[in-house]
């Protein structure tokens, strides 16, 4: 999916600290961050609209997004926590929540 | 908040035969709904988004049925072959601006020659 990619594709971390990456190609305002464990569904972590953090669910504070322009989105991790093993999944839409989302490929991410 | 229960959260079929998976929502405001796809390892394919009520949708071997009324929305494949053996999530969203999508929980579906 070139149409919207994420990296790293593959992270296996200690207690350390990291970010991951995405960028859209497709003119989106609207960005998501989704967290996916093993045999569960997406959850929404945070959402962006033209730069603008929309919705901030119940997310650790260890987390921390950035969007540093309408076409990026960044997930700064900080001391990991076994339970934050999981699928990482960026996304973008046109306009409202609800539009069309387009779905990258992921950051497979393992607190060892 | 909208609550989306889905079934069955496993499904084996043989090959040729259809599989039906449902999912049932709780808030009658929810407008937008999604069937996704996702094999092992990948990301979230879109099958189908629906819209209108008690619609019926037709994909390539699959169809999809909203029923409003009952709050219930089906994937029905019609004559599932091993390359549909995936996870399929439903997912639910609200008209209202900036609400956020909520999935159900999801099917693990094996398709056997």
């Known amino acids: 999916n070139t149409k919207i990619t994420q990296s790293p594709r593959y992270l296996i971390l200690g207690r350390a600290n990291k970010s991951l990456e995405c960028e859209q190609h497709l003119g989106h305002n609207a960005m998501y961050w989704y967290k996916q464990s093993a045999e569960k569904p997406p959850e929404l972590m945070f959402l962006y609209n033209l730069k603008q953090l929309i919705r901030n669910e119940t997310v650790p504070s260890r987390f921390i997004p950035e969007c540093p322009d309408s076409s990026k989105l960044l997930l700064h991790i900080s001391a990991v926590d076994p339970e934050d093993s999981a699928v990482y999944f960026c996304a973008s839409s046109h306009g409202t929540a609800n539009s069309d989302y387009t779905f990258g490929s992921g950051t497979r991410l393992l607190v060892i | 908040g909208e609550q989306v229960e889905q079934r069955p959260p496993h499904l084996s079929v043989r090959e040729g035969d259809s599989a039906v998976i449902t999912c049932t929502y709780t808030d009658p405001n929810s407008y937008y709904f999604f069937w996704y796809k996702q094999e092992p390892g990948a990301s979230l394919q879109l099958l189908m988004k629906?819209?209108?009520?008690?619609e019926i949708n037709e994909g390539q071997g699959f169809t999809v049925l909203l029923n409003k009324k009952d709050k219930r929305l089906s994937l029905n494949l019609t004559a599932a072959h091993p390359g549909d053996s995936a996870a399929y999530f439903c997912?639910?969203?609200?008209?209202?601006?900036?609400?956020?999508?909520?999935f159900g929980q999801g099917t693990s579906l094996s398709v056997v020659p």
């Open positions: 629906v819209f209108s009520s008690t």
């Open positions: 997912a639910v969203g609200a008209s209202s601006s900036f609400s956020k999508l909520v």
